[in-house]
């Protein structure tokens, strides 16, 4: 198996995240530093560390669909002690991590899982889903500002690409959207309204691909169904075996 692979398997980092490790020299293959990502190893004879801590192959992997709540971070671990969403899924044998993220005070739709290789494709850009958000955002948004969001704005020096944009309900102060876009770029949703002046006052991420929060309730979380999978058009190698 190719050592990325490996370190990816064991839950250890996502396939991209084993690639920065290896280059780093953080990894060694019987105790040598190895610096070349896609080296073979051989899972059942070599022994192999991250940081001098050995990594066993998990075979339990699980998959996880939370609604997260606002006020909670998409991080394993806080130094500053603030709750994660590692404390809702609390199974501490199954070392899990987010795939992708979604910010402290957004809401909605978030995958967990310990297998580096699943998370790997969910979040390569040639397999970018699309993700649907439900948008509340501060005062009305004329014709053309959804034109521009539609089309396209800049953000961080870079045009976004074009999205779709629907009005739900206009409030007396408050535009309620609904709003699916193709990339997942660091905060993308809230400076695309901000390049058109207007601000994001509640967030929250409705659907990954065609799959849907469905009735889960926020602060809750299910496994993935083999019907979630279908929906989310990605298989854990282990369902994809199975044919
Ligand atoms: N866009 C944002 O601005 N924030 C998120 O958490 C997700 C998408």
Not at 103 to 127: I, K, M, Q, V
Not at 214 to 223: E, I
Request: contains cysteine; charged residues 30%; hydrophobic residues 35%.
């Amino acid at each position: 198996m190719r050592l990325n692979k490996y370190i990816a398997s064991c839950g250890a980092a996502s396939r991209r995240g084993a690639d920065a490790l290896v280059e780093a020299g953080r990894v060694t293959v019987n105790g040598r530093i190895v610096q070349n990502h896609g080296a073979d190893i051989d899972e059942n004879a070599d022994t192999v560390c991250v940081d001098g801590k050995r990594l066993n192959l998990q075979r339990a992997y699980v998959y996880i669909m939370l609604n997260k709540p606002a006020g909670v971070l998409c991080t394993c671990h806080d130094d500053r002690g603030r709750k994660t969403v590692l404390d809702i899924v609390s199974m501490p044998d199954a070392r899990l991590f987010p795939v992708g993220r979604l910010d402290y005070d957004t809401e909605g739709l978030l995958l967990l899982t310990n297998d580096g290789d699943f998370a790997f494709r969910c979040t390569h850009p040639s397999r970018e889903k699309d993700k649907t958000y439900y948008v509340r955002v501060k005062g009305a948004l004329c014709a053309e500002s959804l034109k521009r969001l539609e089309n396209g704005v800049e953000i961080d020096g870079r045009m976004t690409s074009r999205a779709h944009v629907s009005v739900l309900e206009r409030l007396k102060d408050i535009t309620a959207l609904s709003m699916t876009i193709h990339e997942g770029r660091n905060r993308q949703i809230k400076k695309m309204f901000e390049a058109v002046g207007c601000r994001v006052v509640y967030l929250k991420r409705t659907a990954i691909g065609n799959l849907t929060l469905g009735d889960l309730p926020t602060g809750q979380w299910r496994r993935l169904s083999d019907k979630d999978f279908s929906l989310l058009g990605i298989f854990p190698f282990s369902k994809q075996d199975k044919g």
